[in-house]
């Protein structure tokens, strides 16, 4: 039997599987765009809580980007006082029930649970989500704000670090207005991510409750376009908040890659969860889907498009990857997922170019395999091609889904931003503060691309120097220096 | 949401709408375009910006009701309302004073070359206007165009009103003059655009045009727009909507133009179905 993590007094039972979670069978699901992992009961809830150690020192809350008390909201799941589990998340955690469905806790908080060492882990992730959707489904109360500090603050982009910087700074007592590009708030959780995943009931009831906050959501606003950074200020703005992301589609920039038919997962996507293509004709926007369908890329953005092909009722979809199955990206459970519901994957190999049909569309791929390498600058292995073993796919389309860069848009139009190589906006990483005075900047649009917890995490990072810096607090300008890499 | 100001029927199936949208009229200049979303079910479609009112913050949009999207659109009212509107996207033109300068329009591309005519000539060029329709009952906007320019020329495939033939063999003809435009500006269908671009390679004339590929987001987000230009991948809506003509893949972008043609039947003719006739 194992101790307490070896640093808990009292000797605890080991129960060393998790409690299920329920999942709709594979041959069902890929029918439809229905979620497929079912939440946790409460009584379910309770048991997989009761399988925490409470380890003295919480090495899941070392795992976690935003530092969440992990044991103690576990401890009050056990005792099923879930209001009170459910606002000891929220201290550190606005969309818990958005985490607990997309964060790789496999990587993060569960990676270094003590029981994980040598049993399973405790199930954070789905604890988190029990939480999150407990108090949705109850309809939670908003917090009461801060008193009213006079100040207003733009927030520019709706994705999980725009939504939290906004929702913090409101609480905060400061006026706050989030503008949006799209006509629907929400950034990747609305547009790329599907509805199987996380249900857009469940972003929109997070954005409701930001809404009642106070916070006021302008959307059909591209900032940089509609109105640029310094009208802001002059509009009488104190500070301005960027969280444009990351969405721009990379392309592998070989012959025949904008042949009809080949798309990027993004705008396959956006079509199909933002504008609800899989709906048409109910829907206007159509979105077409052939036969075979191969997929260019390895992480959660290429297993989302494969699976969305299949539901859109493709016959087999594969997933192209340059290394091996050890490098992919994704998270576990939707590589799991993907093989589940009968994506295929080729390892080692890339696209040389695509070849287009006789209907003048793509028809055919020409691949090229790999070899692992020595080690490169991410320290994975580097794929190197072998020459000669190049290899046709029969293809109706293909879906590229090789990366995104940041949004161009704000820093086409403020010239005095200092911007990265890449075109990210550099950003003190201790307070999110710009080159620019009064401009603050968090998430994939910093980062490039990240995840949904590091978005959070620097919203709410820069909420509080935004807080600091209009309260005459702190100065994040006294001697702003970063060195771009 | 934002609401009509004020509908004009320009030809059997051209519409004018002015719309209720300030901060796109503060900011709009020629060349621009905004996308609209007729409804909740809607689709985004783009369309260029053809004037604005800064006073009463409103911006006119002009289109060719061409599927069920701009059937929508043609079907509303002064009084109703479009639910979103987001702009204005896309680079502005160029403008400069290039010394003398043609525009070139077919079809509906006249709403679209009138700002960029007006603004050609505020920066002190010589502007001579080609517009084509094909026939006199299609054409709009004359009296306004010839308030803009130097030099008005007209074409109607039938001859009708103006020349018959097409805006290509007028051009032909303003190129050979002793003294040629110093830069062409095209917009309309593609294949005119195409045309235009055959005739002053000839001449060596520099040819702008601006590109229509389906969009989706009008930001950069999900690559639809993109075109091949001078061997490049470029994205229309934030890198363009207008070119080098001499340096784009038409073929390329006419086959993207019809990679959902099939959708879009059927999406026009339950449309029609549903509206029995009476739209
Ligand atoms: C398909 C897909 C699946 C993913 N799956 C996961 C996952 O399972 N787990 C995970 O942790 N992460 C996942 N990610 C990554 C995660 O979604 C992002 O890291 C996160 O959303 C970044 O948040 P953000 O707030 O920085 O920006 P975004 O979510 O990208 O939002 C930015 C918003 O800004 C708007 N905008 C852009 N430019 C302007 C402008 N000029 N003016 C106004 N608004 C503008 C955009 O329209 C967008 O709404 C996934 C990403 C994709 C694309
Ligand atoms: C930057 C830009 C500016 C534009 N400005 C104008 C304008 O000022 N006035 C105007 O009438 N139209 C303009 N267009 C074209 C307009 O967007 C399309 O006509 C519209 O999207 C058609 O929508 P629909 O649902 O009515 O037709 P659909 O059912 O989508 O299409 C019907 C037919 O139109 C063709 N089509 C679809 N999309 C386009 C497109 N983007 N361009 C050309 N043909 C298309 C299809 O191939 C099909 O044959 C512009 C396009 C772009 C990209
Ligand atoms: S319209 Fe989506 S990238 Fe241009």
């Known amino acids: 039997m194992l101790e307490n993590g070896g640093n808990s007094a009292e000797r605890k039972r080991i129960i060393p599987r998790r409690v299920p979670v329920s999942r709709r069978e594979p041959k069902e699901r890929i029918k439809d765009f229905e979620e497929v992992v079912r939440g946790y009961t409460p009584e379910e809830a309770m048991a997989e809580a009761d399988r925490c150690l409470q380890c003295k020192q919480p090495h899941c809350r070392e795992g976690c980007p935003v530092g969440l008390d992990i044991p103690a909201f576990i401890a009050l799941i056990r005792e099923g006082r879930f209001d009170e589990a459910a606002a000891k998340v929220r201290e550190e955690n606005l969309l818990p029930s958005i985490c607990g469905r997309v964060c790789p806790q496999e990587n993060q908080c569960e990676e270094r649970c003590t029981l994980g060492k040598k ?88 954005i409701d409750t930001i809404h009642r906050m106070g916070v006021d959501i302008e959307c059909n606003v591209v900032v940089g376009q509609t109105v640029t950074i310094d009208e802001l200020f002059s509009e009488g703005f104190d500070a301005v908040f960027v969280g444009t992301g990351a969405g721009s589609p990379r392309f592998p920039g070989i012959a025949g890659q904008n042949l009809p038919g080949v798309q990027s997962a993004n705008g396959f996507l956006t079509r199909v969860n933002l504008m609800r293509a899989y709906r048409f004709p109910e829907y206007d926007t159509p979105v077409r889907i052939g036969r075979r369908v191969v997929v260019l890329g390895g992480g959660n953005v290429a297993m989302d498009a494969a699976r969305t092909a299949l539901r859109l009722g493709a016959e087999e979809v594969r997933i192209v990857y340059r290394r091996s199955r050890e490098e992919l990206p994704a998270r576990q459970e939707e590589v799991h997922h993907a093989e589940e519901e009968g994506v295929k994957f080729t390892f080692l190999a890339a696209p040389v170019r695509c070849l287009a049909g006789e209907d003048g569309r793509v028809g055919r791929i020409e691949c090229q395999r790999y070899e692992l390498g020595a080690p490169d600058a991410s320290g994975r292995r580097r794929p190197v091609p072998i020459p000669g073993s190049e290899f046709i796919m029969e293809v109706d389309n293909v879906i ?4 995104q860069g940041p949004n161009p848009l704000i820093q086409k139009t403020t010239p005095d931003l200092e911007i990265g190589p890449k075109g990210t906006i550099v950003v003190d990483p201790v307070t999110g503060a710009t080159s620019k005075r009064g401009v603050f900047a968090g998430g994939d649009i910093v980062v490039g691309t990240a995840t949904v917890i590091m978005a959070m995490g620097a919203g709410r990072t820069a909420a509080r120097a935004i807080d600091a810096y209009l309260r005459g607090e702190a100065d994040p300008w006294a001697n702003w220096k970063v060195k771009v890499r | 949401m934002f609401r009509i100001l004020k509908k004009e029927v320009l030809s059997p199936s051209v519409k004018l709408l002015e719309i209720e949208a300030p901060r796109i009229a503060q900011k709009a200049r020629a060349g621009q375009f905004l996308i609209l979303r007729v409804n909740k079910q809607g689709e985004r479609i783009p369309l260029t910006v053809a004037d604005c009112n800064r006073e009463r913050g409103s911006v006119t949009i002009v289109f060719l009701e061409v599927g069920k999207t701009t059937r929508l659109l043609g079907n509303l009212e002064q009084g109703e309302a479009i639910r979103d509107v987001v702009g204005p996207l896309g680079n502005p033109t160029e403008i400069e004073n290039f010394g003398r300068v043609a525009c070139v329009a077919g ?26 329709a094909r026939t006199k009952e299609f054409l709009f906007w004359e009296d306004r165009l010839r308030a803009v320019v130097d030099e008005l020329l007209i074409t109607t495939d039938d001859g009708s ?113 549903e509206c029995d006739g009476r739209c």
Not at chain 1, 147 to 155: H, I, K, N, T
């Open chain 1, 119 to 206: 049993y399973e882990p405790v199930a954070i992730g789905r604890l988190e989500r029990f939480l999150g959707d407990y108090e949705l489904d109850r309809g939670k109360d908003v917090p009461e704000p801060a008193p009213p500090s006079g100040r207003r603050v733009a927030v520019v982009g709706s994705g999980p670090g725009g939504l939290t910087c906004a929702a913090d700074l409101a609480r905060l007592g400061h006026a706050v207005k989030l503008f949006e590009s799209l006509h629907m708030p929400g950034g990747v959780l609305v547009y790329g991510i599907p509805e199987f995943r996380l249900p857009k009931r469940i972003v929109h009831a997070e």
């Open chain 1, 400 to 403: 590229v889904a090789i990366g």
């Open chain 2, 107 to 132: 079809g509906v591309g006249v709403a679209c070359i009138y700002p960029i005519c007006r603004a050609f000539k505020e920066a002190g060029n010589e502007v001579i206007g080609i517009v084509g």
């Open chain 2, 161 to 273: 009103y103006g020349r018959q033939g097409f805006v290509t063999d007028v051009l032909r003809e303003v190129a050979e003059r002793s003294s040629p435009p110093d830069r062409v500006v095209a917009v309309g269908p593609l294949p005119m655009m195409r045309a235009v671009c055959r005739v002053t390679k000839d001449y060596g004339l520099k040819t702008i045009v601006s590109l229509n590929p389906i969009m989706v987001d009008g930001i950069g987000m999900c690559g639809a727009c993109r075109v091949t230009v001078a061997g490049q991948t470029r994205v229309a809506c934030v890198e363009g909507p207008e070119f080098d003509g001499h340096d784009v893949d038409f073929d390329e972008l006419a086959q993207r133009l019809r990679r959902y043609q099939d959708q879009e039947r059927e999406a026009l003719a339950r449309f029609e179905a």
